[in-house]
């Protein structure tokens, strides 16, 4: 069965950090582009950040660059989304998926991240 299993969220202080993971099974992560999603309540699923499958090329919201940093872990097919700096508005259930059949597939169950004092 192919899928993706998000973990590592929590609850963490303004300006901490998490390191949440996107690990794959049935298939191998590193020869799709993988995207890290967020969706807080009441506002809709927007795009965090994104590996590409050529050439590990990253792209980040503006919202979180210089804050986030996406990664790839091939001996564990896993994909890494560390954050540091965090914010309140970063709050959100956080989701990854793989770009598969020209569009996001694969969706998990998500990660909650809480960010408050």
């Known amino acids: 069965q192919v899928q993706v299993v998000e973990s590592g969220g929590g609850l963490v202080q303004p300006g901490g950090s998490l390191r949440l993971s996107c690990a794959g099974s049935g298939f191998t992560l590193e020869t799709y582009a993988i995207g890290w999603f967020r969706q807080a309540p009441g506002k809709e699923r927007e795009g965090v950040a994104c590996?590409?499958?050529?050439?590990?090329?990253?792209y980040y919201a503006d919202s979180v660059l210089g804050r986030f940093t996406i990664s790839r872990d091939n001996a564990k097919n896993t994909v890494h989304l560390q954050m540091d700096s965090l914010k309140p508005e970063d709050t959100a259930v956080y989701y990854c998926a793989a770009w598969r059949g020209a569009r996001w597939s694969d969706w998990g169950q998500g990660t909650q991240v809480t960010v408050s004092s």
């Open positions: 590996i590409s499958s050529s050439d590990d090329t990253r």
